[in-house]
């Protein structure tokens, strides 16, 4: 367009808006209020096409770049430890399966030498030597269950005079037998062995996934999540359109968002300059709110590269230069920004800008990776897991 240009930074280093206040009078901050007052031609920056602002200045060059709005924190935020993390790869009720089936095998072991016992009479004395009782069955499943050796305090010889007086019993080895019992014991055992086996596997393995996604995803993972907390502090600049996003937001996590971030006092910044440098030296303790383009710029040029984006973008929206309306060079230069979009020129100069940092940016900061659920009875029986 071939124009001279001033660059004028804001009065109060804010975009600005313009609120309509209860008596009927429009006050107005920022960027906004200096174009309105005729001391600025044009709003160049990352500023926000809104509905409150379109109605009392015009955009040139609109949607000539997308941004949403992200969360920005600690690489590692603070949580606490979870001494009983070992109990999270089951659920409750795989749990009480686990230990219910412990406590019926027992039983039915028990009940089984009580059986042969009394079978066998003039060696309940010896058999009681060799045989558990409910406890030690219950001790010796759980060993099994632990992937310990079984001992028993008889010996062969024990054993073998215990059969041979079974066998003088039932010579014909129709209930009894020499081999009845050894068979029992082992049909018994090789089921237990074969659930301990699948079980351990599975807990070991789930259990591994949990401490890899720990040691990936820790703290806060999402805005919902964010906003279901008060530990970790959060907020945006003050007297800014993503200010009033979350104040006017029928949303009720954005909505929870807009009255935390009014009433915890100092959690709003003045400037974005500010957010940034409070994230980096938070340790974890605060998240700050704004729109993706600067944080993706901040994340690639953090000085210890200590920082990312946290969970999905929201609140898609779109950048535009604010004039005021009705001035003879907005379509004019609405036509040299779109002419600058359709060659790619705006797309050279955000990798340009965006490239020049040390820091990696993740590639899946949009996507909120998982954690890894809890195995239920559903699954370990082997039926799918529901999306949803």
């Known amino acids: 367009m071939q124009f001279n240009f001033t660059l004028i930074p804001a009065r109060d280093k804010k975009f600005g808006n313009v609120i309509e206040l209860e008596n009927g ?19 160049v920056g990352n500023f926000l096409m809104t509905s409150e602002r379109a109605k009392y200045i015009a955009f040139a060059g609109p949607c000539w770049m997308d941004v ?43 009940l089984s030498r009580f059986i042969l016992n009394l079978l066998s009479k003039g060696m309940k004395k010896k058999l009681s030597l060799f045989f558990r009782t409910f406890l030690e069955s219950v001790w010796q499943l759980f060993a099994i269950l632990n992937q310990q050796s079984i001992e028993t305090d008889s010996n062969d010889c024990e054993r073998i005079e215990i059969e041979e007086d079974l066998i003088r019993r039932d010579p014909d080895h129709k209930f009894l037998g020499e081999s009845w019992w050894t068979r029992h014991l082992k ?8 659930f301990a086996i699948i079980l351990v596997s599975t807990y070991t393995a789930n259990l591994a996934s949990f401490f890899v996604a720990d040691a990936i995803h820790s703290g806060i993972q999402s805005v919902d999540q964010l906003a279901e907390q008060t530990e970790v502090e959060y907020g945006t600049v003050a007297d800014s359109a993503v200010e009033r996003f979350f104040s006017l937001s029928p949303i009720d996590t954005y909505k929870k968002m807009g009255v935390f971030m009014k009433n915890r006092k100092g959690v709003m910044v003045e400037t974005a300059e500010a957010g940034i440098e409070r994230v980096r030296n938070s340790d974890g303790r605060y998240i700050f709110v704004w ?40 379509n004019n230069l609405t036509l040299a920004l779109l002419e600058m979009k359709d060659d790619h020129v705006i797309e050279r100069l955000e990798n340009r800008w965006m490239t020049t940092g040390l820091c990696e940016i993740n590639e899946n900061i949009n996507n909120e990776v998982g954690k890894p659920a809890a195995i239920g009875l559903c699954e370990f029986s082997g039926a799918d897991r529901k999306s949803g």
């Not at 070992?86 to 659920?91: C, E, G, I, S, V």
């Not at 993706?296 to 950048?319: M, W, Y």
């Open 68 to 110: 949403s709005l992200s969360l920005y924190g600690y690489q590692k935020e603070v949580v606490e430890t979870d001494y009983l993390a070992f109990f999270r790869p089951f659920t409750p009720g795989l749990w009480g399966m686990m230990f219910g089936s412990l406590f019926i095998y027992a039983y039915y072991l028990s």
């Open 25 to 43: 009078t429009l006050h107005t901050t920022g960027m906004v209020a200096q174009l309105l007052d005729c001391e600025a031609d044009l709003i």
């Open 291 to 330: 729109d993706s383009f600067s944080l993706e710029n901040a994340v690639s040029t953090s000085p210890d590269c200590n920082t990312r984006l946290i969970g999905r973008k929201f609140n898609d929206g779109s950048l535009g230069f604010g004039v005021r309306q009705g001035v003879p060079y907005e």
């Open 187 to 194: 049909i018994f055992f090789g089921s237990w062995f074969f």
